[in-house]
């Protein structure tokens, strides 16, 4: 696991993702609970994200979309449980997918903590995403966070880069 943000694996009960930007903690939490930024890093691939629905409160839905339209559905979706700006996140989280058929399923809900802490140099994130069942989703979910954290560490670094 040396070159990824993951601290733990898919056979351990949690998975844990960990990361430092050099940015200060208000961008990192903006590219948290911004739609339109959301969907410039959440996702296996920057840019994989078609839509990001938030609802910023405590008992506030979120709803990410991958599919394109025409395609089946496959999206992820939860409840905003804690919000403490701009430290933490909390909120439920299940993946809903769509067969060709049309049918839907949905997994058991998980919960995800995101924590962000400043620093000197920028700010420091964990991911604490518990409560899922599966070793298969375990292993999705390891992927997930790993490629989404270094997708966000490009898109901070692209907009530090950018020109005011």
């Known amino acids: 696991m040396s070159d990824t943000h993951l601290k733990t694996t898919p056979q351990d009960?949690?998975?844990?993702?960990?990361?430092?930007?050099?940015?200060?903690?208000d961008r990192v939490?903006?590219?948290?609970?911004?739609?339109?930024r959301?969907?410039?890093w959440f996702g296996q691939k920057a840019g994989s994200l078609q839509k990001a629905d938030v609802d910023l409160r405590a008992g506030g839905d979120w709803r990410f979309m991958f599919n394109s339209p025409g395609e089946p559905l496959m999206a992820l979706e939860g409840v905003y449980e804690e919000?403490?700006?701009?430290?933490?996140?909390?909120?439920?989280?299940?993946?809903?997918?769509?067969?060709?058929?049309?049918?839907?399923?949905?997994?058991?809900?998980?919960?995800?903590?995101?924590t962000l802490k400043g620093t000197e140099s920028g700010t420091h994130v964990q991911?604490?995403?518990?409560?899922i069942q599966t070793l298969e989703g375990?292993?999705?979910?390891?992927?997930?966070?790993?490629?989404?954290?270094?997708?966000?560490?490009?898109?901070?670094?692209?907009?530090?880069?950018?020109?005011?």
């Open 29 to 36: 939490w903006r590219a948290w609970t911004d739609p339109e």
């Open 127 to 131: 991911i604490r995403h518990s409560y």
């Open 83 to 114: 919000i403490e700006a701009p430290s933490r996140l909390v909120f439920s989280w299940r993946h809903v997918s769509e067969d060709a058929a049309g049918a839907q399923t949905a997994t058991p809900y998980s919960k995800v903590a995101v």
């Open 13 to 25: 009960s949690e998975i844990i993702a960990k990361n430092a930007f050099p940015v200060p903690i």
């Open 38 to 40: 959301l969907m410039k």
């Open 138 to 164: 375990r292993t999705g979910v390891s992927t997930g966070w790993d490629a989404s954290l270094s997708s966000l560490g490009a898109m901070l670094e692209a907009e530090a880069l950018a020109p005011a």
